[in-house]
């Protein structure tokens, strides 16, 4: 009988610790939304800089975060500089697809693009996914 009573307050102490991870899973069943406001956008950008490009990358990579992470319905950018040399992942969570759209449109945008193409050592890898907006809410309040 004492064991089942470690065992049980083990199992709480476990649950108690996965609440406060952090996790884009959501705690209970949910009901499928619909609507413009249902899902964000996340947009991944796998990029491998040639070396002797990358103070330009640098340069023009900071311009594009401050712009990006200042347009009104961009929730979140970050750049992360992979282990091996020269290859970065940018990420961009976006309130919309539609609003990811028209940022691809924009004059910063289509520069950061020209600077990708004439500075990579290979082409980039652009992954897009929908995650309901409620994972988002649920995990930055």
């Known amino acids: 009988m004492q064991w089942r009573l470690q065992v049980s307050r083990l199992q709480e102490l476990i649950d108690q610790l996965e609440c406060k991870a952090p996790r884009l899973e959501p705690l209970h ?12 956008l996340v947009a991944q950008r796998q990029v491998q800089v040639a070396e002797e490009a990358l103070q330009d990358f640098h ?24 282990l091996e040399n020269a290859s970065f992942t940018l990420y961009e969570f976006w309130q919309d697809e539609a609003s990811w759209r028209r940022h691809q449109q924009s004059t ?27 994972w988002w809410i649920m995990n930055n309040n």
């Open 29 to 40: 069943e949910e009901e499928p939304t619909q609507g413009p406001d249902s899902h964000i």
């Open 59 to 82: 340069r023009a990579l900071s311009c594009y975060v401050d712009f990006t992470g200042a347009q009104s319905h961009c929730l979140h950018v970050s750049a992360q500089k992979m």
């Open 108 to 134: 910063c945008s289509k520069a950061f693009q020209r600077i990708l193409i004439d500075h990579l050592r290979a082409p980039d890898t652009l992954t897009t996914v929908f995650f309901p907006a409620s």
